[in-house]
Every structure is written in C-alpha cells, then in structure tokens.
C-alpha cells in the first residue's frame, strides 16, 4: 500500500515504531514519514507498559509530524491522530470509539486504542517554528488485548474484522486532512472542537493520578492548552497530564 501524502515503511517486526521514527527524525528525516509494524516486541503505552499485540491483529503505526504549532499547541498533533482513528474506525466498522482523555479511543465494551507521543523540538531537519513529534497508535483490529486491560477489539464490538491495510489506508486519508487544518488559527480552533465532541471524558465523574497524589471530580471541559478541566472540592483544577479513571455515579470502582 502506498498514499501520495506519506512515506510509509513496513516492518514485520521491530522493537518500536515509535523509537525507530524519532531516531529517523533525530537524523533529518522530513514529516509525514510513516513505520508500520506486523509485530512489535517493545511496544509501550502509558506509563511505559509492555504492550505486545499478535501479528497484524492490530493496526501498529506511528507518524512523525512537523508542522508549525507553539508548544502549547504540540497536543493537537497527538489529537489529530485520535480522532483520525476514531474516523477510520467508523468507516471500516460502522462503529465509532470516543475519546478518554488524554490518549484513549474507547467503547462501552473496553479500550480499542491507545496512542502515545513524544517529541524532540532539538532534532534538526524540519522547517523552522516547527517541533518533531512522533505519535504511535496501536488500534485492535481483532485482538481485544491481554487479560485484564479492559480493552476490547473492533470485531468484537462491530462483528466486523477490519483488515490492517484498510485501516490505515482509512487512517491515513483521515489523517491529511487533519494535519492540513494544523496550518491555520481556524483550523487548529476546529480540531480543538472536535476534540470536544469526541471526549466521553468530559461530564464524567473521574479520578486523576497525578504526581502529586490523587483528585475527583466532575470532567467539565478542555482549555485552549487541551488541559483537562475537573471541577473538584478545590474548585476548578486545569490537568495538564495524568491517568484518568472514569467513576460510575456514587461509585468509586473504575469504569473504562
């Protein structure tokens, strides 16, 4: 498979595509350049844990993007990666994940797919205002993840089996147009609403994990920075990053 707007490596298996594209950006290497992996034995989530899918049972993809956004902009580049997998995940399936802020596209049945991004804004090559960020979604295509994760895959909540290649073909179209809009204030507003729409997360009652120990309350919105807005005991709190535990209404057990 090819796509005129990406350069797009294949892998039948490497540690990360995440660390090989930021070692590629470290060494020059132009944005929209694409790795895709079969399997990937060091593959990470949050918090650096171990995540090791079956062969092509899941969509393994990262994507090295240098568009010019501020650093209190950097986020989006993560954001239009989600919800291009959210899209994609509808027109394959039929069915549409939302997004658990920060990273999380979910259905009511589990977790489908997590992303994770890092960026070097010293690594040369790129146009300059611009930062090399690399963005890595894994997305279950018909492997709902290892026991007691709480994710689940598309075929088991659409009862349709996707593919790899027509999925990121999916995600790829998905995600030009996206990356298009960063170049524009109004673009970049636009993506910050659809961020909006998507998130479950706001009008949940949640727990945040921070550094510093733990905060509940009510999801209640996303600032201009796409930091978490939870209203708490302590007032209105802005998280910049943290794990996030959705609560069921007067319960404190976890909800995915």
């Known amino acids: 498979m090819t796509h005129d707007a990406f350069e797009i490596?294949?892998?039948?298996?490497?540690?990360?595509?995440?660390?090989?594209?930021?070692?590629?950006?470290?060494?020059?290497?132009?944005?929209?350049?694409?790795?895709?992996?079969?399997?990937?034995?060091?593959?990470?989530?949050?918090?650096?844990?171990?995540?090791?899918?079956?062969?092509?049972?899941?969509?393994?993809?990262?994507v090295l993007v240098r568009e010019q956004l501020a650093p209190e902009e950097?986020?989006?580049?993560?954001?239009?990666?989600?919800?291009?997998?959210?899209?994609?995940?509808?027109?394959?399936?039929?069915?549409?994940?939302?997004?658990?802020?920060?990273?999380?596209?979910?259905?009511?049945?589990?977790?489908?797919?997590?992303?994770?991004?890092?960026?070097?804004?010293?690594?040369?090559?790129g146009r300059p205002g611009t930062t090399a960020v690399v963005i890595g979604m894994g997305m279950n295509l018909t492997w709902p993840g290892p026991p007691g994760v709480g994710g689940t895959s598309l075929l088991d909540v659409s009862g349709t089996t996707v593919e790899r290649d027509q999925m990121l073909a999916l995600f790829l179209d998905e995600l030009d147009g996206r990356l298009e809009l960063l170049g524009s204030s109004q673009g970049r507003r636009g993506i910050l609403a659809e961020v909006e729409r998507s998130l479950v997360t706001i009008g949940q009652?949640?727990?945040?994990?921070l550094a510093t120990g733990q905060v509940r309350g009510q999801a209640t919105g996303l600032s201009p920075e796409g930091f978490l807005l939870v209203e708490s005991d302590d007032g209105i709190i802005e998280v910049a990053a943290g794990d996030i535990v959705h609560l069921r209404p007067a319960d404190p057990g976890p909800q995915v």
């Open 205 to 209: 009652e949640v727990l945040v994990e």
């Open 9 to 62: 490596e294949w892998f039948e298996e490497i540690g990360s595509t995440n660390t090989y594209l930021m070692e590629r950006a470290r060494g020059g290497s132009p944005g929209r350049q694409v790795a895709v992996a079969d399997f990937q034995s060091a593959g990470r989530g949050r918090l650096d844990r171990r995540w090791e899918a079956p062969p092509r049972s899941a969509l393994l993809v990262s």
């Open 74 to 125: 950097l986020y989006l580049a993560t954001a239009v990666v989600a919800l291009s997998g959210a899209a994609a995940a509808e027109r394959a399936s039929g069915a549409r994940p939302g997004l658990k802020w920060p990273n999380d596209l979910i259905f009511e049945q589990g977790k489908v797919a997590g992303i994770l991004a890092e960026a070097d804004p010293t690594a040369p090559g």
